[in-house]
């Protein structure tokens, strides 16, 4: 089975910066878009970012003007550019893929650790 692995991820002083990556192991067809999620102790898995083959944005408040999502269509690979971070952005952040084909699932990358910290 392909998977999405992430990396990237690290400790980042406050307003630091980090960058993640999300890739496939193998070719992917039907991808309509491409995620983050990020889920902190104690805290529900939350949307971060999201981003369609076509181009299209969305992210959550709390990262608006902080985060950039960006992805490479044809290797699948999607990016999320965090700058500014604080500690309450501390989570394992989690890349998803959604597929829409006949029927429409996620994959998920096994996350990657992001603690920001002094």
């Known amino acids: 089975q392909v998977q999405l692995v992430e990396s990237g991820g690290g400790l980042v002083q406050p307003g630091g910066s980090l960058r993640l990556s999300c890739a496939p192991s193998?070719?992917?067809?039907?991808?309509?878009?491409m995620g983050w999620y990020r889920q902190a102790p104690g805290k529900q898995r939350e949307l971060v970012a999201t981003?369609?083959?076509?181009?299209?944005?969305t992210y959550t408040d709390s990262v608006k003007g902080r985060f950039t999502i960006s992805r490479d269509n044809a290797k699948n690979t999607v990016y999320l550019q965090m700058n500014s971070l604080k500690p309450e952005d501390t989570a394992v952040y989690y890349c998803?893929?959604?597929?829409?084909?006949?029927?429409?699932?996620?994959?998920w990358g096994q996350g990657t650790q992001v603690t920001v910290s002094s």
């Open positions: 998803n893929a959604r597929i829409v084909s006949t029927i429409r699932y996620d994959k």
């Open positions: 193998g070719r992917i067809f039907n991808i309509y878009a």
């Open positions: 981003i369609t083959s076509g181009g299209t944005t």
